[in-house]
């Protein structure tokens, strides 16, 4: 099993479709209204729009489990989403990333490895749903480390 197999919601309900996204290198974000990463989003949709023609998805999931810093509905998100940073990539349904509801997909993501750290941390996951690389919150988006890993599993 892979991320490509976990069903997760779309923010605004239905599907989230992970499988659509095989063959793609996906960049999975757990990401937050109200957080000091939150600029991040800037820079998570100019990697989405950079390197979307090359076969990059960057999926960002909500999570409310640090700080209560995603506290809204669904509509909540995606207005704040749109308004503030023009956000385009897909966003999933808000789910726990750690703990005893911990969704598929962070069950997937995580394995054995240690929980989640706090918002805006980045797995890179290659097109054949290996995850490949996991980088902290505190590395920014355009980090030279990031762009070079995503860049390793571009398909075009």
């Known amino acids: 099993m ?13 599907s989230a479709d992970l499988g659509r ?4 290198a996906v960049l999975v974000v757990n ?14 949709e100019e990697l989405h729009r ?4 090359r076969g990059l998805v960057v999926l960002g999931v909500p999570c409310n489990q640090f700080g209560a810093q995603e506290p809204g509905t669904a509509d909540d998100i995606e207005q704040f989403c749109q308004v503030n940073y023009g956000v385009t990539f897909p966003l999933t ?13 962070y069950r997937e993501l995580v394995g054995d490895q240690a929980d989640i750290q706090w918002n805006f941390e980045k797995f890179l996951v290659g097109p054949d749903g290996t ?7 505190d590395t920014e988006p355009q980090d030279e480390r990031l762009i070079a890993t995503i860049e390793k599993f571009l398909t075009r």
Do not use: M
């Open 2 to 14: 892979t991320i490509f197999d976990v069903d997760i919601d779309a923010l605004q309900g239905g």
């Open 21 to 24: 996204y095989r063959g793609s």
């Open 31 to 44: 990401v937050a209204s109200q957080c000091g990463y939150t600029p991040q989003y800037a820079g998570l």
């Open 50 to 53: 950079t390197y979307r023609d």
């Open 93 to 105: 349904e808000k789910v726990d990333v750690n703990g005893p509801d911990r969704h598929p997909l």
């Open 131 to 137: 995850v490949e690389a996991r980088f902290d919150p």
